[in-house]
């Protein structure tokens, strides 16, 4: 059963590192709808600070920009599964990883398009050493969100921590993509491709 987790969270994986995944198009409402029925704002407001996090060459500037990023996607629009986010943050700081998956599976059920949500469950996944259930909740997130590079940094741990080097580097390099200042990405990306590197030799 473990191999074939592990598998599956490879194959998993090949699929969301692909450029059809990265790119894939958000469904926009039809002309002549009230624009009031999408509520664009939002979406408006974080695809400017994407624009600004790609441009910005000052770490630290950069770093208040992905806050604010972090910010837009805790607020679901809902009181109750914001409330239910800060019981599952709480229960997490705890360790009480248990209870911090029932309040993100109610989460999850509620509001399946919620992005935060689905990520902040395969935090609770991997910090479980669950990593095939955490991948799962990876591929949601991205579905959603294809420029979480929370998500995506996720990705590259657990890619690493199985040993495999070469996908973990693909997944660092889409967050430098997104996210060009964040420094544990440029670092990782640094160390696994002098690896991989010397394993050519």
Known sequence: ?????????????????????AAEPVATAPKGQAAAATSPQPQSRLD?????LK???NEKAAERIAA????????SGSAS???MMGWSKTAMESKKY????????QIVTMDPGYAEGWNRRATVHFLMNNYAKSMADIHHT???EPRHFGALSGMGQIMKSSGRDELALQAWQRVLDIYPMMRSAQS???TLSEDLAGEGI
Not at 1 to 21: E, G, N
């Open 48 to 52: 400017t600070l994407f624009a600004e």
């Open 188 to 190: 990782e990306v640094s």
């Open 1 to 21: 059963m473990r191999i074939r987790s592990a598998f599956c969270a490879v194959a998993l994986t090949a699929a969301l590192l692909s450029p059809a995944v």
């Open 98 to 105: 248990d209870v911090a998956l029932d309040f993100l599976d």
């Open 55 to 57: 441009r910005e060459r």
């Open 142 to 144: 991205l579905q959603l």
């Open 81 to 83: 599964i914001d409330l």
């Open 68 to 75: 604010r990023i972090w910010d837009e996607w805790n607020h």
